[in-house]
Structure formats: structure tokens, C-alpha cells
């Protein structure tokens, strides 16, 4: 079956830090591809998403690029800040039909000044 | 534009009780997705409305769990009876049309505390 797997928390970064946090994939054809961020109490946003392969998905300083040839949609941002710290969740939508997401465990981030 | 909205945010019951989870969708949106995030996991889909109709509820725990959605709109998702492995944050979320390409908007989540 379809699968995500997020390298596992938690990451501490100091601010101005570079963040990568690898996003592999399990699926057939060309799923769609998500991050979705979870700030402390919220529910979780959509940050990002590609859905089809070599495109790239950006919002808010965060860029992730759909690789088919790897199965993979890494996140990347070239500075973060203190209000970057949230969990950050990979999730993916199989190719045709209905939506049916599945997620990963999610990466906690936290950031220090 | 309103979100997704949820009550109650926070529950504690005792195992054996029941609850009920309300969620009100985003104006026209035709799909409506329930899910379960235990703490330290990702959120696992519970049930999954089109319009009215169930459209996958293959993760749903039918002994104990039963999810409704009246008129294409509101839904309430109940536990009868809760077990201590119920505890968790259930989350809605809605999408306009379920298209696989659609983005999907999640409320703020009701956190189950079960005793």
C-alpha cells in the first residue's frame, strides 16, 4: 500500500539555520504530494504541495521539489526562525479518485535564538 | 472565508462512556474527512463523506465508532463505548470537490482524554 516515511524528531536548529527534513515516498504512478505544518494547539495547515513530478511547491521561505526518479519530497528552507517551530507532517494523495491521505509521523522542529 | 470549526475542543471521559465530535465544514465544500491523530503518530483517516455518502470508512472501527453527516453539511463522529486507546486528537477536515489535486482544510482538532 501507499506510504510515507519522514525522518524522525525531533530537529533543533539555531535561528538562521538550514533545514532539510527528507520526505520519501511509497506509491504507484504520480501521487500529489504534501506538507502540512501543525503549530502548538492548531490543527494543521497545508504549507506546500506538487503534484506532478519536478514540480516545485513553495510558501513562506519553504520549498520542496517533487523527485520521481527518488520517490521523494524533501523540505528545505535557507534561514528558520523561532515561529518556524511546529511539527511538520509529509503526506501524500494517490494518482485518480477520491482523496485518500496518508500522512507520516510528522518531524518536530524547534528552533532557538 | 470561515474555517473548519470543531467542538468541544477538549473532552476527558471515563473508558465505557460515549462522546460525540461536531464539525461544521467550510461553506461548499462537497467532502468531509475524519481522522484520528494519537499523539506522536500522523493523522490516520477514519471516514471520508461525499456530499452525504460515505466514501471510504475502511479505517473506522465500526463496533464502537459511527460518523454521520446531515444534509451534505455538518457532521458528528461518536465513540460507544470509549477504551483507553481511544485517546487521541480527532481532526476534520474539509476539501471543495475530493479531487486528488485538492487541498484539504483542517479545524483545530477535539482532544479525547479517555480514563
Known amino acids: 500500500g501507499d506510504s510515507v516515511t519522514q525522518m524522525e524528531g525531533p530537529v533543533t536548529l539555531s535561528e538562521e539555520a538550514f533545514l532539510t527534513i527528507n520526505c520519501t515516498y511509497t506509491?504507484?504512478?504520480?501521487?500529489?504530494l504534501f506538507w502540512y505544518v501543525q503549530y502548538p494547539g492548531e490543527g494543521l495547515q497545508l504549507l506546500l504541495k506538487a503534484t506532478k513530478a519536478d514540480d516545485k511547491g513553495s510558501n513562506k521561505g519553504f520549498e520542496a521539489t517533487y523527485r520521481k526518479e527518488t520517490t521523494s519530497f524533501h523540505l528545505e528552507k535557507g534561514s528558520v526562525q523561532v515561529s518556524d517551530s511546529a511539527v511538520y507532517f509529509c503526506a501524500l494523495i494517490p494518482e485518480g479518485g477520491y482523496q485518500k491521505v496518508t500522512f507520516g509521523i510528522g518531524t518536530k522542529l524547534q528552533v532557538i535564538p | 472565508e470561515a474555517g473548519v470549526a470543531q467542538s468541544p475542543r477538549y473532552k476527558i471521559i471515563e473508558k465505557r462512556q460515549s462522546v460525540a465530535f461536531w464539525c461544521n465544514p467550510i461553506s461548499g465544500h462537497a467532502t468531509l474527512y475524519w481522522y484520528q491523530q494519537i499523539l506522536g503518530q500522523g493523522p490516520k483517516l477514519l471516514i471520508q463523506f461525499q456530499n452525504n455518502g460515505v466514501v471510504d470508512d475502511s479505517q473506522l472501527p465500526k463496533d464502537r465508532f459511527s460518523a454521520e453527516r446531515l444534509k451534505g453539511v455538518d457532521s458528528t463522529l461518536k465513540i460507544q463505548p470509549a477504551k483507553l486507546e481511544d485517546s487521541a486528537v480527532y481532526l476534520c477536515a474539509s476539501s471543495l470537490t475530493g479531487g486528488f489535486t485538492d487541498t484539504q482544510y483542517f479545524g483545530p482538532g477535539t482532544r479525547l482524554t479517555v480514563l
Open positions: 506509491a504507484t504512478g504520480y501521487p500529489s
